[in-house]
């Protein structure tokens, strides 16, 4: 079993930074896809960003150039930086992992999950 907790969300104000992170325990995920997704009151959960085991990473084109996905494989853990924050941004980040190493879009396609982390932006 993986263990996924997030952190880092909070309030930030519109164009400000946020760097969220997710920190796996239960096993390695070194060699597991990792995704971030987010989910505002009223909507469905959507694809955020997804790294693979070897560091290469796809953001949801919208995002691209203000969030960025990274991973430490050291610390088993991965990152979501987001920048120029809106307050359409508002949401519930979570954390996922995908065992088989494919990066993946769909939330379904993910095996584990963590709790989330409530990012809201004022404007």
């Known amino acids: 079993q993986v263990q996924l907790v997030e952190s880092g969300g909070g309030l930030a104000q519109a164009g400000g930074s946020l760097r969220l992170s997710c920190a796996a325990s239960g096993r390695t995920v070194s060699n597991y896809a990792m995704g971030w997704f987010r989910q505002a009151p009223g909507k469905e959960r959507e694809f955020v960003a997804t790294i693979s085991w070897s560091s290469g990473g796809t953001t949801r084109d919208s995002l691209a150039g203000r969030f960025t996905i990274s991973r430490d494989n050291a610390k088993n853990t991965v990152y979501l930086q987001m920048s120029s924050l809106k307050p359409d941004d508002t949401a519930v980040y979570y954390c996922?992992?995908?065992?088989?190493?494919?990066?993946?879009?769909?939330?379904?396609?993910?095996?584990?999950w963590g709790q989330g982390t409530q990012v809201t932006v004022s404007s």
């Open positions: 996922a992992a995908r065992r088989w190493g494919a990066v993946a879009t769909v939330p379904g396609n993910y095996d584990y």
